[in-house]
């Protein structure tokens, strides 16, 4: 199999590595100022006297820290025609300043699509593992691929 992927390249039980991130401070609060100006993701004390104790990554930057592996990791070496959207996300544990994170896809199921037959669906389970191998994330979603004639 080449490093392209079409539908056909994807088989429910495997696990795609896609890569891994190291999380800065300066990140979490430049992200919190702009998307999510909530204060235990801008400042360390508010962080610190909240739930999450100690500054935290909003769950949204974690979500585009994940979406940014998933690009540089399988969809921008694939066949990938978009998402039709994400069932269920779940965040676990904070990320915090200094946490890497790594992200991999499970393939959960494949089918073929009857009404586009040159599509395919692949329905993922993405999992985000900080350093100490505690999962701080999940999420599934859907993802369509063309099959491997249609993308030739």
Avoid: Y
């Amino acid at each position: 199999m080449s490093d392209f992927r079409s539908f056909e390249d994807f088989h429910p039980g495997e696990d795609i590595v896609l890569g891994s991130k190291t999380v800065t401070r300066d990140e979490i609060i430049a992200f919190a100022r702009e998307f999510d100006p909530q204060p235990f993701h801008l400042d360390e004390t508010a962080g610190e006297t909240s739930l999450l104790g100690g500054l935290a990554a909003s769950g949204w930057h974690t979500i585009a820290m994940l979406m940014r592996m998933l690009c540089d990791g399988l969809l921008l070496h694939s066949s990938c025609n978009g998402s039709p959207g994400v069932e269920e996300v779940r965040w676990m544990r904070p990320v915090r300043p200094g946490d890497t994170l790594t992200a991999t896809a499970r393939v959960m199921s494949t089918r073929a699509l009857r009404s586009r037959p040159t599509l395919g669906v692949v329905t993922f389970l993405m999992t985000l593992v900080n350093q100490d191998g505690h999962a701080v994330m999940t999420q599934e979603n859907t993802i369509l691929f063309e099959r491997r004639e249609a993308a030739a």
